[in-house]
């Protein structure tokens, strides 16, 4: 299991750090793991004057999977476009052709309370957001800024999906819900945008190939308001670049943090990038403050679905259901009553769980 670690910028290293040592037990413990520390987004720049450097992409295509802290920060967003961090992050993505990001917004029964939502709005709550990670508005060409016939500036990004683009999602998203309770909800707009329309068209086709599977469809306007109404409405969701994002961030709050949510990046043979959901958040970065528990969660899903490791991933989650229980949260997920924990002590709660 040869793992590609990049810590990243802002709370980067502190919780990769944190999954590093979990991985560390499950390598003492016989899990035959190879890591190598690699750099990504600004510390890149930093080092090679190159977010994706030649370096990073040799490391990562050798590699199996990748573990990914976060990239980003203020001081880099004043660089031109193709040097800053987040360039770093989708070329990566696009390089390795990790084309389907799967970020479950699962509730874990003890942080019931600590979501902003009543308590019995997310009891229960267990969505599947599948998000296209290479297309869309994020890639479309062209983009940019220039001066229109009028002489005045303007500024333009293309949103565009290729069919095979779409169905190779679709069948990724039709394929998790046959295994979790076959019901399907596809996010568009395609009320007012011809490439969602084109969507929703693609999902319904390839949905033929599904008859047990129950397609819906929802404007994602819609879709945003539903999520904090009545979330458990959704079971597998499966929406374009832009519009996964958003919905992604706005699900983790169901879910107590953005701290807890956790994402694979996959392509055609599940090798996979994995990565919280969450970027780098500089404003409590280098202060023990950010909650690993997102990091520790996207290495179950690479124990799961890189490597076929059930048992380990259900080990690691199992630590993390056991450190919840016993009390400890970070300060993004606090509760009265609880123990609040920096980064490094909720690392240590949960080696010592598992
Ligand atoms: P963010 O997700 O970094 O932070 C949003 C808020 O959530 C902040 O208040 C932050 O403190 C909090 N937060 C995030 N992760 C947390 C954690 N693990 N524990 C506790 N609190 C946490 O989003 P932002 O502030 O919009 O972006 C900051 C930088 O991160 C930007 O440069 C952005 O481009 C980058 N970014 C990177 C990724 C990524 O690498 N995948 C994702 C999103 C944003
Ligand atoms: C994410 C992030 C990235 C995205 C940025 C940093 C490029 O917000 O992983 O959700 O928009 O995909
Ligand atoms: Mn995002």
Not at 16 to 43: I, N, S, Y
Not at 125 to 133: G, P, Q, S
Not at 161 to 186: G, N, P, Q, T, W
Not at 317 to 338: F, H, M, N, W
């Amino acid at each position: 299991m040869k793992i590609a670690v990049l810590p990243g910028d802002g709370i980067g290293p502190e919780i990769v750090t944190q999954a590093c040592r979990v991985l560390d037990v499950l390598k003492t413990d016989g899990l035959p793991v190879e890591t190598e520390m690699g750099v990504l987004g600004g510390a890149a720049y930093d080092r090679h004057g190159d977010p994706y450097p030649e370096a990073t992409r040799q490391l990562v295509h050798a590699a199996d999977a990748v573990l990914l802290g976060a990239v980003g920060g203020p001081q880099y967003d004043k660089l031109e476009r193709p040097l800053r961090p987040e360039r770093g992050l989708l070329a990566i993505r696009k390089d390795l052709g990790l084309f389907a990001n799967l970020r479950p917004a699962l509730l874990y029964p003890e942080l019931a309370s600590a979501s902003t939502l009543k308590p019995e709005v997310v009891a229960g709550l267990d969505i599947m957001i599948v998000r296209e990670l290479t297309g869309d508005i994020y890639f479309g060409q062209p983009r940019g800024i220039s001066i229109n016939e009028l002489g005045e500036r303007e500024a333009y990004n293309t949103m565009r999906y290729s069919e095979s683009e779409v169905r190779r999602i679709a069948h990724v998203a039709f394929d998790i819900a046959m295994k979790r309770s076959r019901r399907l909800c596809s996010v568009d707009k395609a009320n007012v945008l011809e490439t969602t329309e084109f969507w929703k068209e693609i999902m319904i086709d390839v949905g033929r190939e599904y008859p047990e599977v129950e397609l819906s469809h929802m404007y994602v306007d819609n879709a945003a308001m539903q999520l904090v109404r009545n979330p458990k409405q959704f079971d597998v969701m499966v929406t374009g670049n832009i519009f996964g994002d958003i919905l992604s961030d706005e699900a983790s709050m169901l879910t107590g943090s953005i701290g807890m949510l956790p994402s694979a990046s996959l392509d055609e043979n599940n090798k996979g990038l994995y990565e919280p959901s969450h970027g780098s958040a500089p404003d409590i970065a280098g202060r023990d403050l950010a909650n690993p528990l997102a990091t520790i969660l996207s290495l179950a899903m690479m124990l799961r679905y890189t490597f076929n490791r059930d048992d380990a991933a259900l080990r690691v989650e199992g630590a993390v259901k056991k450190v919840l229980a016993a009390g400890l949260r970070t300060a993004d997920i606090y509760q009265p009553g609880c123990e609040k924990v920096g980064c490094a002590a909720m690392g240590d709660a949960v080696v010592a769980a598992l």
